[in-house]
């Protein structure tokens, strides 16, 4: 059965990172999508375990949503 996929847009280190762990604690396959998400891979560094993989998108950009869920998709 393959896993099921959490999109979280809009990641930053308050709820969107909470969300993105929570989500990656219960074994999903987590997508965490920000503007500029090299700034988000400092968070990974306190809990290494999760397998969180980063995307950029601005979710206030269509094409950009799209490129993200095309990009998931293959």
Do not use: N, Y
């Not at 920000?34 to 700034?39: E, H, M, S, T, V």
């Amino acid at each position: 059965m393959p896993h099921e996929i959490a999109v979280v847009v809009g990641v930053g280190p308050g709820l969107g990172w909470a969300l993105a762990k929570r989500f990656a604690d219960s074994h999903m396959q987590v997508v965490a999508a920000a503007r500029k998400p090299d700034k988000l891979v400092s968070l990974t560094r306190a809990e290494p375990k999760l397998d969180v993989r980063f995307e950029a998108c601005d979710a206030a950009q269509p094409q950009q949503v799209s490129r993200l869920f095309e990009a998931i998709a293959s």
